[in-house]
């Protein structure tokens, strides 16, 4: 896996266009974190490497020195254009070029993960259900493309280290809904917003998520709905459970595909979401809000 792969100091210099010392000093003053092999030199792995170009802004200038960048005519800066592509790789099963085109597109800026989430992959998993519609061979195709998507969604997620004892977010999908990839992305976003996430998976009961809240002292809960497999009763746990989170001053997030089937109970006021552009909206508040808190010594007047 592309994942798996270490670098030597000359390797990513070249790569970002910066002087081997340069690396080598980051990797001494621990900005970039590197092993050394017995023989005494610098090894980097790839994904640490890549978290620092991204945090420090710096520029992946020849991503295919890294390997990273797959050969394709398509311009992966259009968003049609690389919704087909990643559609293309979807249907042949190639994982690995996936990956690699994916985690390009982030870390040279091209796009954010929830932009990439609501647009292109979204997208192309639209055109995998209309193979499923197409025929029996579509079945086999759609729950090949979720793997694919959640390996791929994991490696994004990696890029991204938000502090876990600051800013933290619980969520899932609700008992009944066996949706792994929407609440996954949602956790990436979250990570990439620098909020904590902790996710709960698919088919978590709404008392689990409450739980889970109080637990770790969470600030915020999203819950994706994906798919509804006995509205009443999913519209009771989550109408509940928003009702719970405002008692605690908790903020709750609602969203996915299926949501508006659910009778949700009048007084039951969440935020809802339709996409990952506006759940990114929505960590970005929350983080501006708690910078603009006073402090905890400055509330307690000292
Ligand atoms: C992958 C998939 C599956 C996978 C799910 C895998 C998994 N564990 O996640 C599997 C193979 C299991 C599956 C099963 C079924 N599926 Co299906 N599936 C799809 C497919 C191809 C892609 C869905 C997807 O992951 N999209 C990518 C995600 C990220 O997009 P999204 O869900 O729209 O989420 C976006 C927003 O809603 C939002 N969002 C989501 N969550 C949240 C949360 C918050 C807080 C916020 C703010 C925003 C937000 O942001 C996301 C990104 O923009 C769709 C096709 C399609 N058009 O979507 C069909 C589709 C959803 N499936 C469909 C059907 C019919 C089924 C089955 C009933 C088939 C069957 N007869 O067995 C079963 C469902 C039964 C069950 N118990 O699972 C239909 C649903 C039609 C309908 N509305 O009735 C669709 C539309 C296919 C079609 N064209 O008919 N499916």
Redesign the pocket.
Known sequence: MISERTLSPRELARAIGASESSVKRWVDAGRIPAKLTSGGHRRIELMPALRFLRSSGRELAHPHLLGLAPSTEHDLRDPEALAEWVFDHLREGSVEELSQGLLTALVTKITEPAAL??GP??CA??R???L??AGRQGIYL??R??QMLLRVVDQMHALFRPPADELVAV?GSIDGD??????R??ATVLASEGLYPVNLG?DTPAAALLEAADQVGARLV???V??V?DALRQGEDISRLVDQLAARGIAC??????LHRLPLSAGAKAQV????Q??AHLARQIRREERERPSKDTRAGR
Do not use: C, K, N
């Open positions: 989430f609501d992959l979204r998993m639209a995998v259900g209309q499923w519609e759609e729950h493309a979720t969520g066996p949706s792994a990839l929407p609440t992305m949602a698919s999203w819950v994706s994906s798919y497999s997030i609602l969203g996915g595909r299926e979401g339709h996409d990952m506006e759940l």
